[in-house]
Antibody
Framework: EVQLVESGGGLVQPGGSLRLSCAAS????????MHWVRQAPGKGLVWVAR????????TYADSVKGRFTISRDNAKNTMYLEMKSLRAEDTAVYYC????????????WGQGTLVTVSS | QSVLTQPPSASGSPGQRVTIACSGS????????VYWYQQVPGAAPKVLIS???QRPSGVPDRVSGSKSGTSASLVISGLRSEDEADYYC???????????FGGGTKLTVL
């Protein structure tokens, strides 16, 4: 079964750090661009970051540039999001998503992991 | 404020047809493919339409998408109770060098 499973969310204080993981299974992970998308409570979807199949090309939303780092370990079929200098406005459910290699849609999504930034 | 503009809500009775619009600019919708995602409360998003008007396998043909200039539309015909969800348009923005989502439209089936 093709699936993505996020982990690593939790409660963190403002200014703190957290690392999210996204474990992939059921497909050739290294062939796909991967993304992080977040959703604040009661709000809409916001794209966060992406990286290519070998992790050499990354792109970030302006709101997280310089604070978040996206990476992947293809040997472990896992993608990461290292988050630093966290702010209250980073509070959200973080989804990882696979980009379809044919039509560029986000065709597989994880169930999400909640990050709460609060003192 | 989202780069792509969607109405916050839409509604229709069972069996009716509803259209959800998504407005952008030349740097996004005007020059890139549009995607539509459905998110049922409490669940992850699911792709409904890719590349403006393509339905992925498993999406019923009563769902359709179109694009004209800097706007796109999602049409759901023969509304059913299970269509009640949030709908988001999305595309790449050349100016921002980022993927952008619309603010989302909450569809209510009356």
């Amino acid at each position: 079964e093709v699936q993505l499973v996020e982990s690593g969310g939790g409660l963190v204080q403002p200014g703190g750090s957290l690392r999210l993981s996204c474990a992939a299974s059921g497909f050739t992970f290294s062939r796909h661009w991967m993304h992080w998308v977040r959703q604040a409570p009661g709000k809409g979807l916001v794209w966060v970051a992406r990286l290519d199949g070998d992790g050499s090309s990354t792109t970030y939303a302006d709101s997280v540039k310089g604070r978040f780092t996206i990476s992947r370990d293809n040997a472990k079929n896992t993608m990461y999001l290292e988050m630093k200098s966290l702010r209250a406005e980073d509070t959200a459910v973080y989804y990882c998503a696979r980009e379809n290699g044919y039509d560029d849609s986000f065709d597989i999504w994880g169930q999400g992991t909640l990050v709460t930034v609060s003192s | 404020q989202s780069v792509l503009t969607q109405p916050p809500s839409a509604s229709g009775s069972p069996g009716q047809r509803v259209t959800i619009a998504c407005s952008g600019s030349s740097s996004n919708i005007g020059s890139k493919f549009v995607y539509w995602y459905q998110q049922v409360p409490g669940a992850a998003p699911k792709v409904l339409i890719s590349r403006n008007d393509q339905r992925p396998s498993g999406v019923p043909d009563r769902v359709s998408g179109s694009k004209s200039g800097t706007s796109a539309s999602l049409v759901i015909s023969g509304l059913r109770s299970e269509d009640e969800a949030d709908y988001y348009c999305a595309t790449w923005d050349n100016s921002l060098s980022a993927w952008v989502f619309g603010g989302g439209t909450k569809l209510t089936v009356l």
